[in-house]
Every structure is written in C-alpha cells, then in structure tokens.
C-alpha cells in the first residue's frame, strides 16, 4: 500500500516514519510513505502557499494552485492516481468502517491543511473524500494524516506480526465491543492481583469472563455501541457526558 502526504510541513512525519511497527513494513516493503512539501509547487518567489481570504476574516487560506497542481503530479508519480482523502474537522468522522473502507485503496493521497484551510475550489478541483478523526480541531492535518496512516495500516495484509490480531480489536466489524481487561505478570503488585479466572488454565471459561467484561465495559462506556443502539443514543451519551463535571 502506498501513502503519499501533502504537506507545508514535511519534517512531522520523521519520527513517526522512522519508529516501530510502521518502520518495520515500510522496511519489509509492505508499505511505502512519500512525503511532497506543497511549497514545491508555489508559484510565488518566496514560496508562499497562503493568502488573505476574500470578503475578509482571520487568518490566511491556503491557495488552490500549488495544492491542485501538487496532487496532480503526485497523483501522475503512481501507477494508479489514487483515492484522494483531504483531512479537516468538517469531514466525516473516522470510525474503524471507514477506516476499513479506506484500506481498500492502493494508494491514499492525504492532504493536510493548515491555517484557516483550503480555497474552496481545491474541493471542487479534486473531489476529495474529506476525513475528520474527531469533534475538535487540530493545528493542521498533519496528527490527522498519522491517525489514518496508523489505523489503515494494520490492515494491510502481513503489517500486524499476527495475521489475525486486529480481528479482536475493539469496533472491527467482526465485533463492536470495548476490549476486556488484560494482565501481565506480576501476578500481585501493590496489593492488586490479577483476577484467579485468567489463572485457571479454562480456556472456555477465560473466553467468556473476557466476553462478559467486555459487555459490561461497553454497556457502561459505550452503550451506542450495543445492537439497537441508535445514533440518538451517541448523541445522548455526549450531550451527558458533558454535564457529568457539573453534577459532581
Ligand atoms: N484538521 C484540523 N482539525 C482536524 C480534525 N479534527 N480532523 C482532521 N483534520 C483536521
């Protein structure tokens, strides 16, 4: 799978490509991240890339010319162009079903913005599939593009050292449960011990006393997770989560 990522600022990703799991499959050729800096394609002799908005406002807009044309030539570096994905908190939001839907793709160009955001006619020009990772907003794309890098890759066949491991992750669409509770050793720290079923050697009964926690964990968390949850019931829980501060 190939990422190519859209940036004023190329040098946040050299950590997060030069560390752990996402190294070891760019290494093993499982995955390949190129990085474009969009000042590249400025016209301008200083390499700005942003302008005043027209009709006035705070800030500065990020201009549609470099940003379409560097697309356009990243998009043209490939074999195939590309499923275009423009990170801003007024996309939809990413759950792990798009994020599966998006590990479909070959290749991911992801567009990070910066600054007030994109002339609206880069959207117009590119038609991209414009991705929110949440409710709040983010100095640019840039921690987005990784959010979506990170949860994409685990999909791809051979990334995870087990081929199986993200089936039981929480909000697979295998499964839309929280996770139940883990241990390691030691066996008792500070008075804590780790619960005598997991000792038992039952596997049948480890299997559902794990079920059973992750139910309970996911009824009182996550309850819209539960079948016949409605989007309503998100919505509910929201809107109580943030007077809980204020009742206690
Ligand atoms: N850019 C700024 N805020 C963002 C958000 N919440 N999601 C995706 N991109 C963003």
Same mark, same amino acid.
């Given at each position: 799978m190939r990422f190519d990522l859209l940036t004023l600022f190329p040098e946040i990703f050299a950590g997060f490509l030069g560390q752990s799991l996402l190294k070891k499959a760019i290494d093993r050729g499982l995955i390949r991240v190129h990085v474009h800096d969009m000042r590249d394609w400025s016209r301008d002799k200083h390499q700005k890339v942003d302008d005043r908005p027209y009709g006035g406002g705070p800030g500065m807009v990020l201009?549609?010319?470099?940003?379409?044309?560097?697309?356009?030539?990243?998009?043209?570096?490939?074999?195939?162009?590309?499923?275009?994905?423009? %990170?801003?908190?007024?996309?939809?939001? %990413?759950?792990?079903?798009?994020?599966?839907? @998006?590990?479909?793709?070959?290749?991911?160009? @992801?567009?990070?913005?910066?600054?007030?955001?994109?002339?609206?006619?880069?959207?117009? %020009?590119?038609?991209?599939?414009?991705?929110?990772?949440?409710?709040?907003? %983010?100095?640019?794309?840039?921690?987005?593009?990784?959010?979506?890098?990170?949860?994409?890759?685990?999909l791809v066949p051979g990334v995870l050292g087990d081929e199986n491991s993200h089936r039981d992750d929480s909000f697979s669409s295998g499964g839309r449960l929280l996770e139940f509770a883990q241990y390691t050793r030691p066996r008792e720290y500070r008075g804590l011990h780790v619960p005598d079923i997991l000792l038992s050697g039952d596997h049948e009964e480890i299997a559902r006393w794990r079920g059973e926690q992750s139910y309970c964990k996911t009824r009182e968390r996550r309850s819209d997770l539960l079948p016949g949850a409605s989007a309503g019931d998100l919505d509910r829980e929201e809107t109580d989560n943030t007077k809980r501060p204020a009742d206690g």
């Open positions: 201009r549609v010319e470099p940003v379409v044309e560097c697309a356009e030539d990243v998009q043209l570096q490939g074999a195939e162009r590309g499923h275009v994905v423009l %990170l801003s908190p007024q996309g939809r939001r %990413l759950t792990q079903a798009i994020v599966e839907e @998006l590990a479909c793709h070959r290749r991911l160009i @992801l567009l990070c913005g910066r600054y007030e955001g994109f002339d609206q006619r880069v959207v117009e %020009l590119l038609r991209p599939d414009e991705v929110s990772v949440g409710d709040y907003v %983010l100095n640019g794309g840039e921690v987005a593009a990784m959010v979506v890098i990170d949860a994409v890759m685990r």
